[in-house]
């Protein structure tokens, strides 16, 4: 653990002994590295294992309509939307602009990438990432530990299968304005 002035003050174990630094005098804010989901989970397990608590924290730029849950430890940033009945487990962490679409289940320790959005009554399964600007389409259910690549879309084909499309960088603009991707890779 580290405080103000960057001193290591040691592992969690020996911090949660130390009265001024203990569960009883301090909470936690999960700010851990999200390309490491599985090793953020057991790290916040653990902490709160020792008795440390952990604060729900919602920017005032956030929305989250009525009926949405957020477990303790959650960090809804600016600019996202949690729609009506959707649950969020503990530890997840969701960057601005976000959107979970209704009736939508978020497992714990679950990272959403700035501008990821999640259609209504997705399933995200512990430990997984969606990257920047992905988008997840209605009744997906991504399993644990799933890794979303940035600008890709998931979805599902007509027998019920999840795909990964994964938009190409390379696009262009068509003579009417929109903009044409020139290569879509199939995972």
Known sequence: AVTGDDRVLGDLDTVARVPATGPRRRCLVPALDPDQQAARGRALARARRLGYGFPILAHPDAHVEPGAVLGVG???QAGALVGRSVRVADFCHLQP????????LIDENVYLAAGA????????GCDCT???HATV??????AAGTDVAPHSLVDTDPHG???LLRLSSRARTDDAGAVVFDEVSHA
């Open 130 to 132: 969606v990257g920047l």
């Open 117 to 124: 959005t999640l259609g209504a009554q997705v399933r995200v």
């Open 97 to 104: 602009g976000v959107i979970i679409g209704a009736g939508s």
């Open 161 to 163: 299968h999840e795909r």
């Open 137 to 142: 389409t209605d009744r997906v259910q991504l």
């Open 74 to 76: 959650v960090i809804v």
